[in-house]
Every structure is written in structure tokens, then in C-alpha cells.
């Protein structure tokens, strides 16, 4: 679906492959290092790397095994959340994870990331002043930044009587059963807690409480929660109204051009994924590699069209080809559309257990069971009928075989 | 003949190395989990929290009950027409039946959801043809729909077999002693395919309480089964003691239901289910 995205770069693009096919910069840099042969799982998000050769992009991938001759296995995830408890549990060793902002915090705080000598990366010098030295990373140690996002209300022009610019649209009754929430606690408490004026990263109960409260009176409107069936629901029309983020909207428009986009008024949250180490590395050598390949610009080039997200890497940012997308007004908003943003941040581990809490509590939330009680009733009573009634003849028999026919 | 000979115990060895690691331990697992924090001490929290999720646990339980009936009253008749006729045509039949198991549950899910929902195959066709839309995507009667479709099998095969393998003699005795059709059903066909019942019954039960895929696609993950609460303490929330302790608890209420259903066959029947 992101290539039609593409072809209208494919020509300009083509041209540029057939030059770069051999042109990777300190080419030397990945040779010579022993590492041939060896493997490297990569996991990522689910359509976060440029897998493909048409429209004249180039697969990541594939590319990275033909330069060092290392085995690239990749694997995808739907959220941090998923990501976070495989690592955690040690279930499965990985040497190159992308969490966003605020789960880096959380992995750092919890030791769970290897340092990285950025230093040693000669394409290092890519990365776009406006992302060094970020919160969750102030001294760059651990992550190298990959896409920045910022999610917005994504909506069917022909579904609404008018274009939305409040969040609250997702609680507007004339929806009902067309409106779909984002499924992750933290990304679908977002929203109420900019509706109230609260901080994404509030620890504060009382507001937690409300933001439950506010989800609860949601749920009769909803569709349905969902992560990467947005694409189906919004591209088929079957649903008017998600928020999500940009670089997905950007590539679902291509396919059903109703699709529009808006920032809302009360605030925006604003994500950076970077890349990792974890501590589990069972080839660092080769994940440093791959870091730095990513930020390759050619491939950084092909990264940024087929996902569609805005990018951190200047040598990108730099580049005559990404001019035209660099005027897209939903990924780079300008001026006056550049919404108020807010990052999240890690929050205490109590905080934490109380969303997920909270989060199940809203996803319990809301099925009327008196009918079932009446049903269970009512197979109780015909199971007892037929368990006494089986007895009663039982006994009969044996009554009568004991006493055969006088 | 309790002695079992050296060659028995050999043959039953590779499974009985089987069970112990793949069934056994975790249900140890299980065990272990549900009846301590994230600490490792021991409590008994988790499994006393089971009240906050009594709606969930019971609407699921319902859901898998009403499938497994409807999965019952459509798969009888089958079976047993199917085990009247030509080999040729049970052949033929028995494919049928089985070429829907050939797929993948997740992909058989998903092509569900995208047959029905409202922009879907069915609706497209009907408003073509001048038809109102049919709501159907979303609802609880879709995650049944979703159960019947993938489960059915199971209930099919088990009452497949006992009716073939039924003796039709005592059908004709019962007839030539002059008991009418409805009678033959009655007193003889359906006290004989009682096993039949019983492990078609647990066989599709049993899954259809604990899913988790098919009410979050066909269900449009707004109502949680069971399943689903489990997946998500082990899958994002990162709480495996609760998810443990909720397994725990559904597997001793399957247990009690599988008990109930085993009055009806267990006392002077054998074969049928394990409990």
C-alpha cells in the first residue's frame, strides 16, 4: 500500500539506485570485521524499514547482507508495550530493538540497553541537530533516533458533516459505530487527557480516574480498538473517524483519497523511535553495524519514503529528492500548523501498573450480563431436571432387577 | 493383567516425556505464577482479584456454551446422514468438512471480519441488489458465528465416528418391535452417540471459552472474553501472575462444567471424555 506512495519519486529514483548500487559511504567500515556469516535479529515495528526494490527503493535488508554478509532475521512487533516484556523476560534474544521516547527512559532506567560509542559511527554526523541530546538520552549513550511522528485525528471526509479540529469528534454521538480508538493504553489515554488540560504524563489519580471515565462513556460509540487494522477499517471506509499516527495516515491516503488529517487544537502527542541495543546482544558488533547503516543517507532516503514518517537524518532532510516531501503539510506542519506537542515521558512503575489496571478495567467495561444469568439459570434447571430424572430411573431398574416380575 | 509388560511402558514412554514437558511442567508454570507477585512471594491477590473479571469470565463461558449448542444442533444431523451414505460420498463429505482446518485460524478470522463487516462481500453484494445493509460485524452473535465456523469441525469428526460405527441392526430391531422414527432417535440413536456427544462437546467448548483472536476481530475488541483479559496481562500489561491466576481460575470453572456435562454420560457409558 506505501508503494503508490512512491511511483511518482520512482523515476528520480531510479536513476539515483543505479548510481548508488555500489555507493554506500566508508564502505570499508563494514569489512574485514570477522562478522561474515554471522546473524542479527532485528525487531521492529510492523511496516517501519523499506522492504522492496520497486518504485526504485531499495531494500534495506537484503542490502545489509550483500554489504557485510551477515544474516539480517526480522521480526515485528504492534507497540512498545508488546516489545517491552519480551525483553524484559528474556524470552528471545535480540541485537536491535526501536522503542519510542518515553519506553527508552523506562529500558535505561532499567539497565535493559547497551551503550553505544556513537563516536565510532562515521555516519553518525547525520543525525539532525534538532534530536541529539534528547530527554530520554541526554547524553546519546544508547539510542540513535529513526522517525519522528506525532499522532492526529485521521478522518473520512465523506463520513463527517464537518471537518473535525477538536478531539472531542471521538465522542460525538452522530458517529456512533463508525469511530475507532487506538489500542494502547497509553496513545488512547492520551486523548482524554488532552481533551481536560491534563499532562500526558500525569501520575495524579483523580485525573487518571476521569480519563477511565471518559474512555468508559466512549466504548458505546466505538467500532472497535484497533492498531494495524486502521489500515483495512479507514482505506475500505468502514470506519470515519481513528487518531493515529501521521506517517500511516500519510500512506492510507494514497490508497482512498477521502482521507484527511488533522492536528487538534488541544495538543498533540509528539513520538521519536530510535534504535537500540539490548543488553541481550548476542552480536553487538554487527547490530553497531547496522545502526550505522541505517543512517546511511541512501538508505535513510528509501526508509523515509516507504514509511512515510518525518525524519530525524539530515543527510536526508539535505537531499534534492526529498524536497517534495518535505512540502507535505501533515508531516512537517508549518506556521500556524504546527500543533502544541508533548512528549511522553516514563512514569513510576506504580503509575504504570495502575494504567494497565485502569486499561483492562475499560476493556471489561460495559457487556450487560444479566441475560446470561438468566441463561445459566436456565441450563442449571434443565441439567437438573435430566440428572434427577435420570436417577429416578435408575432407581427404577434397579428396582426392578432386584425384584424381577411376580 | 495390571503388570504392564516392559515393552508397554517402552511404547508409552515417548509420550509420557511428551506430556511431562509440554503438559506438566507448564501447568506447574501456571501454578507457580498465579499464586505469587511480581516479587516472587507468595500470595493469594491475584487469584481473590478473579471478582473484578466475574462479568467477563461468565460472558465468555455463555458465549462458548450457546456456540458449542449451535455447533451441536448443526453438526448431529450431518453426522449422521453422512454416516448413512455411499463411502464415495462421506469421502467426499469428510473433505469438506475438513478443508476449512487447512487454513490457518488467524487468516480463516480475518477473511471472516472482512466478509461481513458493513463495507464487506455480503453487504456490498446485497446493497448491489437493492437489499438494506445487514449489521453483523462487531456483535456478540459474529464471535459466536466466528466460534461455530472455526470449531465446528471438532464436533462433527468425534459424532462422525460413533455413528459409523453404530450398529444398525438395533436401529431395525427397534423398528420391527414397532417404535416410530422419533422413538429410534430417542431410545436408541441418541443414548448410543452419547460418547460421541460428550467429546464433541468438550472439544469445542474448551477452545471457544478461551479464545482470544476471534472476539477481537469479530468482536471489534470493544467486549473482552476471557482470552482476551489473559492475553493482554501476558502480551502488554506485563502482569503474568494475574494472567496466570485468571487461566487458573477459568480451568478449574471448565472443569466444573465438563464434570456437569459428564453426568450425562460418565456412570454407564465408557470412553468419552477424560474428566
Known amino acids: 500500500m506505501k508503494k503508490l506512495l512512491l511511483t511518482v519519486f520512482t523515476v528520480v529514483l531510479l536513476g539515483l539506485t543505479a548510481m548508488s548500487c555500489s555507493a554506500y559511504e566508508n564502505e570499508s567500515f563494514y569489512k574485514n570485521r570477522g562478522l561474515e556469516g554471522t546473524e542479527i535479529n532485528v525487531f521492529n515495528w510492523g511496516e517501519y524499514i523499506s522492504d522492496t526494490y520497486e518504485d526504485g527503493l531499495l531494500n534495506v535488508n537484503a542490502e545489509f547482507e550483500k554489504l557485510t554478509g551477515i544474516k539480517v532475521n526480522y521480526v515485528t512487533y504492534e507497540s512498545n508495550e508488546d516489545m517491552y516484556p519480551k525483553i524484559k523476560n528474556g524470552g528471545a534474544s535480540y541485537d536491535i530493538i526501536v522503542p519510542s521516547d518515553y519506553m527508552i527512559e523506562r529500558m535505561i532506567a532499567e539497565g535493559m ?48 458533516e464537518e471537518a473535525p479540529t477538536s478531539w472531542d469528534a471521538l465522542w460525538d454521538e452522530r458517529y456512533r459505530g463508525k ?21 500526558l504524563n500525569s501520575t495524579d489519580e483523580d485525573e487518571l480516574e476521569e480519563v ?9 460509540l466505538l467500532q472497535g480498538y484497533v492498531m494495524d487494522e486502521i489500515y483495512n477499517k479507514m482505506e475500505s471506509g468502514e470506519a470515519a ?44 558488533e554487527a547490530a553497531l553495524l547496522y545502526i550505522n547503516f541505517m ?33 507535505n503539510e501533515y508531516l512537517y506542519p508549518k506556521g500556524d500548523d504546527i500543533p502544541e506537542t508533548e512528549y511522553f515521558h516514563n512514569l513510576p512503575q506504580e503509575t504504570l501498573a495502575h494504567i494497565s489496571e485502569l486499561w483492562s478495567e475499560i476493556k471489561i467495561r460495559g457487556v450487560d450480563v444479566s441475560h446470561v444469568y438468566v441463561g445459566f439459570a436456565l441450563v442449571g434447571a434443565v441439567t437438573m431436571y435430566f440428572i434427577i430424572r435420570k436417577r429416578v430411573i435408575n432407581r427404577r431398574r434397579e428396582y426392578w432387577y432386584d425384584n424381577p416380575a411376580k | 493383567m495390571n503388570k504392564k509388560s516392559l515393552t508397554a511402558k517402552l511404547t508409552a514412554s515417548p509420550y509420557m516425556v511428551w506430556s511431562a514437558i509440554f503438559i506438566v511442567v507448564p501447568l506447574i508454570f501456571v501454578l507457580v505464577y498465579s499464586l505469587t507477585d511480581s516479587q516472587g512471594n507468595f500470595t493469594l491477590d491475584y487469584v481473590l482479584d478473579i471478582g473484578k473479571y466475574k462479568d467477563v469470565m461468565l460472558n465468555s463461558i455463555w458465549l462458548g456454551f450457546i456456540a458449542t449448542v449451535i455447533s451441536l444442533v448443526i453438526a448431529y444431523p450431518l453426522a449422521y446422514i453422512m454416516a448413512r451414505t455411499t463411502a464415495n460420498v462421506q469421502r467426499t463429505m469428510m473433505i469438506l ?23 464487506g462481500i455480503i453487504n456490498t453484494v446485497l446493497s448491489n441488489i437493492g437489499l438494506p445493509k445487514i449489521h453483523m460485524i462487531n456483535t456478540e452473535a459474529a464471535v459466536v458465528l466466528g466460534m461455530v465456523y472455526n470449531y465446528i469441525p471438532y464436533m462433527i469428526l468425534p459424532l462422525y465416528s460413533i455413528m459409523s460405527k453404530m450398529d444398525h441392526n438395533l436401529i431395525e430391531a427397534a423398528e420391527d418391535l414397532g417404535a416410530n422414527k422419533f422413538t429410534v432417535l430417542k431410545n436408541v440413536i441418541l443414548p448410543l452417540s452419547l460418547p460421541g456427544i460428550a467429546s464433541g462437546f468438550t472439544m469445542v467448548f474448551v477452545p471457544s471459552v478461551s479464545t482470544f483472536y476471534i472476539s477481537k476481530k469479530l468482536g471489534g475488541n470493544t467486549f473482552s472474553l476471557i482470552g482476551d483479559v489473559i492475553e493482554m496481562q501476558f502480551k502488554s500489561a506485563n502482569n503474568y501472575n494475574l494472567g496466570a491466576a485468571l487461566s487458573l481460575v477459568l480451568m478449574v470453572l471448565i472443569i466444573i462444567c465438563m464434570m456437569v456435562m459428564n453426568r450425562f454420560t460418565g456412570d454407564d457409558d465408557d470412553g468419552g471424555v477424560l474428566i
Open chain 1, 295 to 327: 543512517l546511511d543517507p541512501e538508505i535513510a532516503l528509501s526508509n523515509a519514503f516507504y514509511i512515510g514518517y518525518a525524519t530525524p537524518n539530515q543527510g536526508v532532510l539535505d537531499h534534492p529528492d526529498y524536497e517534495e516531501m518535505l512540502a
Open chain 1, 212 to 220: 477511565k471515565k471518559m474512555l468508559i462513556e466512549q466504548k458505546p
Open chain 1, 241 to 284: 473517524l481513528v487518531p493515529y499516527y501521521v506517517g500511516d495516515f500519510v500512506c492510507m491516503q494514497q490508497v482512498n483519497p477521502d482521507l484527511d488529517f488533522v492536528y487538534p487544537e488541544e495538543g498533540v502527542n509528539i513520538f521519536v523511535d530510535a534504535l537500540c541495543i539490548p543488553e541481550c546482544t548476542q552480536n553487538y
Open chain 1, 113 to 160: 540497553l547497551r551503550e553505544i560509542d556513537t563516536e565510532a559511527l562515521p555516519n553518525y554526523k547525520y543525525v539532525s541537530e534538532d534530536y541529539v541530546n534528547m530527554f530520554y538520552d541526554p547524553d546519546n549513550k544508547f539510542s540513535v533516533p529513526y522517525n519522528v511522528g506525532m499522532v492526529g485525528l485521521i478522518y473520512n471526509k465523506t463520513m463527517v
Open chain 1, 179 to 199: 469511530i475507532l480508538m487506538i489500542d494502547n493504553p497509553r496513545d488512547a489515554f492520551a486523548i482524554p487527557q488532552k481533551l481536560c488540560g491534563y499532562s
Open chain 2, 97 to 119: 468438512v475438513m478443508l476449512p482446518m487447512w487454513m490457518n485460524l488467524l487468516i480463516r478470522t480475518y477473511s471472516m471480519m472482512i466478509i461481513m463487516q458493513d463495507t
